[in-house]
């Protein structure tokens, strides 16, 4: 009975042994689950800020939609003001050289009708009875 009684003896010691070693994994494992609890948070938080992040990279794309559309439409109307404005550029010198010319012409006349004046007024002062 003696040997039973060591031999029960000594597999309560191993057996104590076997537990502290599974309690020393246990506990490690609880602070793995700690770290792993942790790392779901911060997983959490970056899923949230890359929802965020998300949210604001449409936001701006749609700004950016707008803007692109509002230069497009801009640059049209400054071609559109470009074209008007050498039209207006061409008729203006369209209309003044005809004003040119037309001042040619007039000046022309003037002085024909002053070459008559003329002619008409030195008959009559060389022949006083006309």
Excluded: C
């Amino acid at each position: 009975m003696m040997a039973e009684l060591a031999q029960v003896r000594l597999d309560i010691q191993r057996l104590g042994v076997a537990m502290q070693e599974l309690m020393s994994q246990v506990q490690g494992f609880t602070q793995d689950l700690a770290r792993s609890a942790v790392d779901l948070q911060q997983v959490a938080a970056l899923k949230a800020e890359i929802q965020e992040i998300r949210h604001e990279t449409q936001h701006l794309r749609s700004g950016i939609e707008v803007d692109n559309k509002r230069y497009a439409e801009s640059y049209e109307q400054g071609q559109d003001m470009h074209k008007k404005l050498i039209s207006v550029a061409s008729k203006w010198r369209s209309s003044e050289l005809r004003l040119t010319r037309g001042h040619e012409l007039l000046f022309l006349e003037a002085m024909k009708v002053l070459n008559k004046l003329w002619v008409l007024n030195s008959l009559r002062n060389s022949n006083p009875t006309v």
